[in-house]
């Protein structure tokens, strides 16, 4: 495996299910991200990840629940999700979270039903 | 507030034919601004980082120029396989946001 992967690709879920999103980057970088991406909307950063420390976390709903275990494998656990959470969730990762391009994978298309 | 405006929001080209994308933002500092590919069912693909004001960066067909309130995107004879959306990213001085536009979804025609 090269660059960044993400499992599933694709997730359908109810909105009482618990799912989890998995992130693994196989760059050496030392920060990671996810992102929603939302028709018509702008890319939103979620959460961001350096050295596997939370160094962002902007305002998102706990229902929303990031973990890194280490500084290549990012998880987004998934709880009581409602239809408006339906998106394609991104995973980037980057050198550092300095200014850095950021490597992106493929993402999760989720959706709730 | 912090925010990106792509422009335009489409863009239909003939093959060969040349022209721009504009990516205006507010931020306050700027630390870097980016652009990246992004092709229907992948994740974006970064192009080109700029930092500072009168910067250029070109690969293949684009070239990317930076002024203090807006950057261009220039496409010089495009081909179809240019075709895909287009977007602009600008990282604050401080703290580790990232802000994305909403992107310019170009098709070439053959």
């Known amino acids: 495996e090269t660059g960044v992967t993400q499992t599933p690709r694709h997730l359908v879920m109810g909105m009482t299910n618990k799912k989890s999103l998995k992130c693994e980057q196989h760059?050496?970088?030392?920060?990671m991200y996810w992102y929603k991406q939302s028709a018509k909307k702008p890319l939103e950063l979620m959460f961001v990840?350096?050295?596997?420390?939370?160094?962002e976390n902007n305002s998102v709903p706990s229902r929303f629940s990031p973990e890194c275990p280490n500084s290549s494998h990012l998880f987004l656990h998934l709880h009581t999700l409602q239809p408006e959470d339906s998106a394609l969730y991104l995973c980037?990762?980057?050198?550092?979270?300095?200014?850095?391009?950021?490597?992106f994978g493929p993402g999760t298309r989720l959706t709730v039903l | 507030e912090d925010q990106v405006t792509q422009s335009p929001e489409a863009l239909r080209l003939q093959e060969g034919e040349s022209s721009s994308l504009n990516c205006s933002y507010t931020?306050?500092?700027?630390?870097?601004l980016f652009w990246y590919r992004q092709d229907p069912g992948k994740g974006p693909e970064f192009l080109f980082t700029?930092?500072?004001a009168g910067e250029e960066k070109e690969k293949e067909r684009l070239k990317a120029t930076l002024t203090k309130k807006e950057s261009f995107l220039h496409i010089t004879a495009p081909k179809p396989e240019d075709s895909a959306t287009y977007l602009c990213?600008?990282?604050?001085?401080?703290?580790?946001?990232?802000?994305f536009g909403t992107g310019t979804s170009l098709t070439v025609i053959p």
């Open positions: 980037a990762s980057s050198q550092d979270s300095g200014v850095a391009e950021q490597f």
């Open positions: 760059l050496g970088h030392n920060a």
């Open positions: 990840y350096s050295l596997e420390e939370r160094v």
């Open positions: 931020v306050s500092g700027l630390r870097g």
């Open positions: 700029l930092y500072s």
């Open positions: 990213a600008v990282q604050a001085r401080t703290g580790n946001q990232f802000y």
